[in-house]
């Protein structure tokens, strides 16, 4: 395999990632509405147990409201994790000599800047058809008309925050890599642990961050912050208002994205090997 940004193990490695957070995305989609809700909404209306809330918003909205924008979700996530992984591996390649924490660290900040700035206007666009404030059924058409609203402003709104939030899977990619390299040394990384460092990876790097997650979301809505800071002021702890829901989602959907994710790139990478050995 060529030591290159540009290369197939690397493009591999973006479609593995990219197929990988569609079917987890697709799987746990509801939660990640019920999330949404949670984070911009200020109203008492949303309080009890995830599966109480669940139940609760499909029996008065219906059963469609949890899926509400799935599609252009599913669209921009797999071009936001191309983009991510591409990056992200493609820099691992062109620095190949000593894999550490730190290096993937590094390596996932980057990879995540050029993602936001790259992807951002899509997740907006994705937040405001989710909460009903476009009327918009394509994510061209919510592109368009964001634009004609709004501006440049409009699409790129929660930009900041997004990329501190860089840190984020930074620190999901540092954590399962690192994890991934210990348990390959002993010989006892399979599937069952992908998922479990999966899982784990997300949960941390969704406790670290979740405060700026729900400005970001707050901002991407068009929803002010100040009812957010002042609440925030007299309960600190509003500032991880859905986290129970966010974990629950996030990390059920990264560990099986993980799964996937290994399982293809372990497919693909052997075809590949044994066509190179044919030759």
Excluded at 7 to 24: C, F, K
Aim: proline fraction near 3%; include cysteine.
């Amino acid at each position: 395999m060529t030591t290159s940004l540009f290369s197939y193990e690397t493009l591999v490695h973006a479609l593995a990632g990219a197929t990988g957070s569609v079917v987890g995305m697709a799987v746990f989609y509801p939660l990640d509405t019920l999330r949404s809700r949670l984070q911009v909404e200020d109203s008492n209306k949303l309080r009890g147990s995830t599966f109480e809330l669940l139940v609760k918003l499909a029996a008065e909205e219906g059963l469609e409201s949890l899926y509400r924008g799935l599609s252009p979700v599913l669209q921009s996530l797999s071009i936001s994790n191309f983009v991510y992984f591409y990056t992200f591996h493609g820099l691992r390649k062109l620095d190949s000599k000593d894999t550490t924490a730190a290096k993937d660290l590094m390596f996932g900040i980057i990879a995540g800047s050029i993602n936001v700035l790259l992807t951002s206007p899509l997740w907006v666009v994705n937040t405001r058809m989710k909460l009903e404030k476009t009327s918009c059924d394509s994510l061209v058409e919510g592109l368009i008309e964001l634009f004609r609203k709004e501006g440049a402003k409009g699409l790129w709104s929660g930009t900041l925050p997004s990329l501190l939030l860089v840190s984020n899977p930074a620190i999901q990619f540092m954590v399962y890599e690192y994890l991934k390299r210990q348990l390959k040394s002993q010989g006892s990384f399979h599937t069952l642990t992908a998922f479990i460092i999966g899982a784990i990876a997300k949960a941390v790097a969704t406790t670290l961050t979740y405060p700026l997650q729900l400005i970001q979301s707050r901002l991407r809505a068009g929803t002010s912050l100040k009812p957010l800071f002042r609440d925030m002021k007299s309960k600190p702890l509003v500032a991880f208002r859905g986290l129970e829901v966010k974990l629950l989602q996030t990390v059920m959907t990264a560990a099986l994205m993980f799964i996937i994710y290994e399982k293809l790139i372990r497919l693909v990478l052997t075809i590949m090997r044994v066509r190179l050995a044919k030759r």
